[in-house]
C-alpha cells in the first residue's frame, strides 16, 4: 500500500470519527431538551429580546466582536495549547466535537418546536456565514495536527488559521447577529 492510499485510508477514518462524535453529540443534545424543555420555555423570548439589544446597540460594535471572539476562542486556542501533547489534543478533539454536537442538536430542537416549520431556517440562519469559515478552520487544525510529518512552513499555517478564525468571528458578529435579529 502506497503513503498516499494509507493517507487516503487514514483521511476517511478521521472524517468519520468526527462525524461519528458529532452525530452522538447531536442526538444527546437533542434529547436533552427534549427531555428537559419545560426548562427552557422562557428561552425564546429572551432571545429574541438579546438579538435586538445587540442590534440596537451599534456604537458597541467592538464589544460585539470580542465576546464572540472569546466565546469561541477558548475553546480553539485550548485546542492549539493541547497540541503540544497528541493523545491528549485527540481526546480534546473528540470532547470538542460532542460538545458541538449537542449544542447543535439543542439548537435544533429548540428552533424547531419553539418556532415550528421556520425552525429550520432559524437555524441555519444562525450558522451563517460563519460556519462556513468555523467548520473547515476546525477540521482543518485537527488534520493539521495529528500529521506526523513536521512541515515547512507551520508558522505560515497556523497565523492563516488564526486569520480565518477572526475573521469567522467578524463575520458572526457582524453579519449574523443582525440577521438573527432581523428574523426574529
Known sequence: MSY??????????FIQKIILFFLVGFFVGALFYYF??????????????????????????????????????????????????????????????????IRHGFLVLFFVLSKGAKGILFYFASLFPQAFLFVPVYLFSFLWINESRQREHGKAVVGILFLLFTAACLLESNVNLVIMSRLL
Open 4 to 13: 498516499r492510499e494509507a493517507n487516503r485510508r487514514g483521511m476517511k477514518g
Open 36 to 101: 428537559f424543555q419545560n426548562s427552557f420555555l422562557g428561552l425564546s423570548e429572551q432571545m429574541e429580546q438579546n438579538s435586538r439589544l445587540w442590534v440596537l446597540e451599534s456604537h458597541k460594535k467592538s464589544y460585539q466582536f470580542f465576546y464572540v471572539l472569546w466565546n469561541h476562542g477558548k475553546y480553539f486556542l485550548l485546542l492549539w495549547i493541547l497540541s503540544v501533547n497528541r493523545k491528549v489534543c485527540q481526546w480534546y478533539q473528540n470532547i470538542i466535537t460532542v460538545y458541538a454536537g
